[in-house]
C-alpha cells in the first residue's frame, strides 16, 4: 500500500495559485525521483536527490516543486492557474536514469499516491 498522500488540492478561479503537499519521507532511497504527474499531461514537474528540478513547458515559470529539509515532505506550487491546468494530481516516486537524468516513474501503486484533484475555474 503507497504511504504517499497527497493534500492540498481544491477549486480556485484562474490567475488563482494552489500548494500540494505529500509525505514522501519513505521514498528517499538512492538516485530517487520524486514528481507530479497530471492525469492527463503526465509528469508536471520532477526533483531528484540532488534536488535537480524539472517542469513540462505548460507550467515553467508558473509551478515550483521542493521538498523541506528533512525530505519528509514533496510541494508542488502552483501559481497563476489556468483552466487546462485542472485534473487529478498524482504524488510519484521513481528513479533517476544515470544516462540523461529523466525520471522514470513506478507503475505501482506502491509508488504512487491517489491524488488530488485540482479544478480552475470562474
Not at 538516485?31 to 507550467?59: F, K
Not at 537524468?101 to 506502491?110: E, K, L, R
Request: aromatic share 10%; hydrophobic share 25%.
Amino acid at each position: 500500500q503507497s504511504r504517499l498522500v497527497e493534500s492540498g488540492g481544491g477549486s480556485v478561479q484562474p490567475g488563482g495559485s494552489l500548494r500540494l503537499a505529500c509525505s514522501v519521507h519513505e521514498y528517499t532511497y538512492s538516485d530517487y525521483c520524486l514528481g507530479w504527474l497530471h492525469q492527463s499531461r503526465g509528469e508536471v514537474a520532477s526533483i531528484d536527490e540532488d534536488g535537480n528540478t524539472r517542469y513540462a513547458a505548460s507550467v515553467k515559470g508558473r509551478f515550483t516543486i521542493s521538498q523541506d529539509d528533512a525530505k519528509n515532505t514533496l510541494y508542488l506550487q502552483m501559481n497563476s492557474l489556468k483552466p487546462e491546468d485542472t485534473g487529478m494530481y498524482v504524488c510519484a516516486a521513481g528513479t533517476r536514469l544515470p544516462s540523461n537524468g529523466n525520471c522514470v516513474w513506478y507503475d505501482d501503486t506502491n509508488y504512487r499516491g491517489q491524488g488530488t484533484q485540482v479544478t480552475v475555474s470562474e
